[in-house]
């Protein structure tokens, strides 16, 4: 029933290679960089002006100066005292200054004086706000010149077939 296998030869182990996906991989991919890392202000940092950045930036210390980045998020002990500049921002902490961005959460523990000019604008219960929410809109692109709508052709009541 059960049969005892050949034991292999005492030579080096042989490793096999893992198995290559049957889709072709793009050159492009193998050069693309890793996914970047949010970069963080902690708790014990305070930073006397601007940061400016494309990436995305956590600040859970102090800020005294604008911040102009691609996504904040600004932790439950994070202050900033200054304009925010961002695609999304994410507020736990306190900001006293204006905010603009496309997409502003204000989590219950968030307490904001200043205005929020924005697309989205999220508020839940407990949050702080204090100013004035403007929302903004993008511009409307500009009116493509109208084509004369081309003649449609009409049938005489003689030559209509009736519909059937």
Known sequence: MFSKQAKASKGPARIEPLPMSMAPVAPDAARKAPPKVASLISPDITIEGGITGDGELQIDGV???????????????????????????????RIVGAVTAKQVRLYGTSYIDGDITHEQLAMET???FQGRSLKFQRPAAPPQPQQAPAPQPTATPALAKPAG
């Not at 102009?68 to 900033?80: F, P, Y």
């Open 126 to 128: 407990g949050a702080f």
């Open 63 to 93: 800020v005294r100066g604008d911040v102009r980045v691609g996504r904040l998020t600004v932790g439950e002990t994070g202050h900033i005292e200054g304009s925010i500049y961002a695609e999304a921002v994410e507020v736990r902490g």
